[in-house]
């Protein structure tokens, strides 16, 4: 089967990308806008060409894959090409539509691809349409509030401890270990942060004192599959910080050279409590509409009670077992190896596309 690889390239591996010497070598990847941010956290969400070159080489198993760029391009490029599916891994940069915008294009051409519908993909992003769907459900989801201006802090008081996060954001960008507040003082400021530094609307959440984890969904309908639950084991962060899987804890102090042993999979649960997050997360994925795969994180409330915080129907995918990616984590763990795992994934999405 004819597949295409479409994906964003991180920033600082453009140059390595345009001298790859690979048969199927990633091309044009050195075209990034001037205006991107040089934030910390700015091309958090994009892979590394390690990434984009091990799912190549995964699919490749199987099928010719092709490569193309999620820039300004890729409309064209896959009107030429007319690949039979794409495999998408796109992230997109700019504007809150940024992960549908890939699919849309797709859906467009009429061009099968792999993962969620743009609808899906902009919800799942958008965290407080998330929160409010799930809510309408009765899904249980930390209580929250929307602050686009500092003004709106003084009509209302929201308890501490709480969550501060940026609106349109995905892995753990905005989220420092200073987002957990304490304080009125730290709330405005760290709203304040979030406001000028990522131009967008604040989440206030409240937070939630129990265990964390994360929950990898592989499939739809009959064949949704629940993979081995992953906990995230806070006392394995640097002393004296907050207990929440931060940016820092994600990106800083956990280091391929030097790995945290923060995560334990399978989960240590009870029958009682895994299968609660198991039906939490099944519900969760069917009623957001995911497609294909999706990793879910949970957290335990003050009564042990399992709420979803977020959704992720793009989820990481790092290739090496010392990367601490999640989800080739539970997929490892239920038996399916990278290249399997990736497969898999893309056989579920052609049996959804009837071309199996």
Not at 273 to 299: F, G, P
Request: glycine share 4%; net charge negative; hydrophobic share 40%.
């Amino acid at each position: 089967m004819d597949v295409a690889l479409v994906y964003n390239v991180k920033k600082e591996e453009t140059d390595v990308a345009e001298s790859d010497s690979h048969p199927s070598s990633l091309t044009q990847t050195t075209h990034i806008h001037t205006q991107l941010s040089s934030s910390v956290d700015a091309y958090a969400e994009w892979d590394t060409i390690e990434t984009i070159h091990a799912v190549r080489d995964a699919l490749s198993l199987r099928h010719t894959v092709s490569l193309i760029e999620a820039d300004e391009n890729a409309f064209e490029k896959f009107s030429t090409l007319r690949p039979e599916i794409v495999f998408n891994v796109a992230e997109g940069r700019f504007g809150v539509s940024r992960e549908a915008q890939i699919p849309a294009i797709l859906e467009m051409l009429n061009i099968p691809y792999t993962g969620s519908d743009p609808l899906t993909l902009g919800i799942c992003l958008d965290k407080s349409r998330a929160k409010e769907i799930l809510s309408y459900y009765s899904v249980p989801t930390p209580k929250f509030v929307v602050i686009s201006s500092l003004s709106e802090l003084r009509s209302f008081s929201f308890p501490v401890p709480a969550m501060v996060k940026p609106l349109f954001e995905g892995s753990s960008k905005g989220i420092f270990n200073s987002s957990l507040v304490h304080t009125h003082n730290e709330l405005v400021s760290q709203v304040e942060n979030v406001l000028v530094k990522y131009d967008q609307p604040a989440l206030v959440e409240e937070f939630l004192p129990g265990r964390e984890f994360t929950v990898a969904m592989l499939g739809n309908g009959d064949d949704l599959k629940v993979l081995p639950i992953v906990e995230i084991k806070f006392d394995t962060l640097p002393s004296g910080v907050n207990p929440i899987y931060s940016f820092e804890a994600k990106w800083i102090w956990d280091q391929s050279s030097n790995p945290l042993e923060i995560f334990e999979c399978p989960a240590k649960l009870d029958n009682n409590l895994r299968t609660a997050i198991e039906e939490l997360c099944r519900k969760t994925y069917n009623v957001l509409r995911c497609r294909d795969w999706s990793r879910i994180d949970v957290r335990l409330d003050k009564n042990g009670r399992p709420n979803i915080i977020e959704i992720n129907p793009l989820p990481g995918i790092l290739p090496k077992i010392e990367d601490n990616s999640c989800y080739p984590k539970a997929a490892r763990m239920a038996g399916m190896d990278y290249n399997e795992m990736l497969n898999t994934l893309l056989d579920a999405a052609c049996k959804r596309y009837k071309l199996l």
